[in-house]
């Protein structure tokens, strides 16, 4: 397994190597490009563990990704502690800072990982060939290195924007390059890696040229529409979002492109139960493209924490959620009773095998997530009596594919394209009921977003989603003061039990309350600057010296 390996043999070698390290040469160099170095790689099982220590790190990020990219829009509040100061709460009241620990945690873990892709890059480019490490060999590890190299810089420009690009590992760049040669070097990085990846891999954690083409599309997608510069977060005036500029039809047509490779392969397809695509016993499945592995605490790096932060407390429904839908009227996002997304998505109430049931509504609770809680037989209800970390954390899946290329067609002005592929992810959702409300007649912004939100629901793509399509001021600003728990009845225990009499102690007051506290914190805080994410602080809370900051922390 590729955390056993990262464990016994890369870990201790990494040990001294920091996010950016002690040469002031930012180029690569070394091994791969033929430079004559030597190398302590000699042997197959060296090589895939030096190429496997890149897994680590963001093994770590499962549930840190949930708190950046679900807390900071209108969809979630996060109580991970009853100190509203601590730092997830501060992510989803938009205090957050550049001391916030998930913020440092994202971005450092992403950089050690980027560290360790280099160091795989360098090494097994330089190490010889022999009947214990074959040339085949050595391409593989190389690919899977940089696929998460370039991976990984795309997750922090979308996050973070202009970021350093630290390309050796001996570098010790803190220059912030531009947007576009961030994007540039993710592509590179990506389209040398496909060669050497096999067309696919029956383990979705091992990178694949399926993988490459998934990601490459989501690339192009969001490179085409122009990512917002820190020129025009200044430049917001209010909480009026940023206006959309024109979108670049070259990188959406190859968004386009790239994910006809991955929907023409025929590797992948989107699974006739939807319930199926999570869940332990369906890891996997071949809706998944890319996932990161998980065996759980005490094994991996890290759990799944995804599971368990959107599920915290199991059968002690009142006991606050480190994170969870912000409002009772998000079980209704989704319209309609026959989309089998809002069952899996929205999860009001759950039985466990010994006839314990969390009600997980008002007024005792606060609706979660329900994907990831571990279910008997995957059934609709019934739950194992605990909430293990180990599920595999789902990052790239058939129906985004579907989505990304939807979404380049729209803004391509080709929505009867891209109509079939909308209608062809609500088919599988409404099943028998397709005809009866599922199928969609016209395709308008609204439609495309809703059906973004409405399938990837808590998969932490929606704050991503809003910075592209530049709506994140106006969905918080807009959305929120009309959620139930936004009302004046709820500001405080007080107000709760003097305006609901007939519930007596039945009902949560105090978690109410804070919900209260929560969603008008979101509006009264929203700023321009959450565009973005600060550049943090190290793990040690020292600067890391990348400056300028981003605009607004």
């Known amino acids: 397994m590729k955390k056993n390996l990262f464990l016994q043999v890369v870990l201790p070698a990494l040990v001294s190597i920091a996010l ?3 040469s002031d040469d930012n180029n690569e160099s070394g091994g791969e490009n033929g430079g004559g170095s030597s190398s ?22 499962s549930s840190s990704y949930t708190f950046l990219l679900e807390s900071a829009t209108e969809t979630t509040i996060s109580f991970e502690e009853v100190d509203d100061s601590k ?29 360790a892709a280099n160091l795989a890059i360098e090494e097994i480019s330089a190490a010889n060939v022999s ?9 593989l590890f190389v690919a899977r290195a940089r696929f998460i190299r370039g991976y990984n810089y795309f997750q922090l420009v979308q996050l973070f924007g202009e970021v350093p690009l630290v390309l050796a590992s001996n570098s010790t760049e803190r220059s912030r ?31 694949s040229q399926g993988a490459v083409n998934t990601i490459l599309a989501k690339v192009y997608l969001t490179w085409g529409q122009n990512p917002i510069t820190s020129d025009e977060i200044s430049a917001i005036s209010g909480t009026t979002d940023p206006s959309k500029p024109t979108v670049d039809t070259d990188k959406l047509q190859k968004a386009v492109e790239y994910a006809n490779k991955v929907i023409d392969s025929g590797n992948y397809q989107l699974l006739a139960d939807y ?11 071949a809706e998944v493209i890319f996932s990161i592995h998980h065996d759980g605490d005490g094994i991996d790096a890290q759990g799944n924490h995804q599971t368990h932060c959107g599920f915290t407390w199991p059968k002690s429904a009142r006991t606050d959620p480190h994170i969870s839908y912000a409002d009772i009227t998000l079980e209704n996002r989704i319209p309609g009773d026959y989309d089998t997304r809002k069952l899996f998505s929205y999860a009001t109430r759950v039985e466990y095998t010994d ?43 058939y129906a985004e594919v579907l989505l990304i290329k939807a979404e380049a067609l729209f803004f391509l002005g080709r929505s009867s394209e891209a109509l ?68 004046s009845e709820y500001q405080s225990a007080a107000t709760i039990k003097e305006a609901f009499p007939e519930l007596g102690n039945t009902v949560n007051a105090a978690f109410y309350a804070r919900v209260y506290k929560h969603l008008h914190a979101k509006v009264d805080n929203l700023h321009g600057k959450f565009y973005r994410f600060p550049i943090p602080l190290s793990e040690d809370y020292t600067s890391l010296d990348v400056t300028p900051q981003n605009p607004g922390y």
């Open 420 to 487: 079939p592929l909308i209608n062809q992810i609500r088919e599988r959702a409404y099943g028998g009921h397709y005809e009866h409300g599922g199928r969609l007649t016209a395709l308008t912004a609204e439609v495309l977003y809703n059906e973004w939100d409405y399938e990837l629901a808590f998969e932490q793509k929606h704050w991503l989603n809003l910075v592209r399509w530049r709506t994140l001021l106006s969905q918080v600003k807009n959305t929120v003061p009309n959620y139930e728990y936004y009302k």
């Open 275 to 285: 319930n199926g695509i999570w869940g332990v016993s369906n890891e996997n499945n």
């Open 40 to 61: 302590s790689v000699t042997t197959r099982s060296e090589a895939e563990a030096l190429a496997n220590a890149v897994y680590g790190p963001l093994q770590t990020l």
């Open 20 to 22: 950016l390290s002690c």
């Open 355 to 397: 006839g314990v049931v969390d009600t997980l509504t008002w007024p005792v609770s606060i609706v979660r997530p329900g994907k990831w809680i571990h279910r008997i037989n995957d059934g609709t209800y019934r739950a194992v009596d605990e909430q293990p970390n180990n599920i595999d954390h789902i990052d790239f899946r």
């Open 131 to 139: 009947t214990s490490l074959t040339e085949a060999d050595k391409n």
């Open 177 to 207: 390059a531009s947007i576009d040669d961030v994007y540039t070097q993710v592509v590179t990085d990506l389209t040398e890696a496909y060669s050497g990846l096999p067309a696919s891999d029956s383990n979705k954690s091992n990178p």
């Open 87 to 115: 730092d997830g709460p501060q992510v989803s009241i938009f205090e957050t800072t550049p001391s916030n620990w998930y913020a440092i945690k994202v971005f450092n873990r992403l950089y050690k990982s980027i560290g």
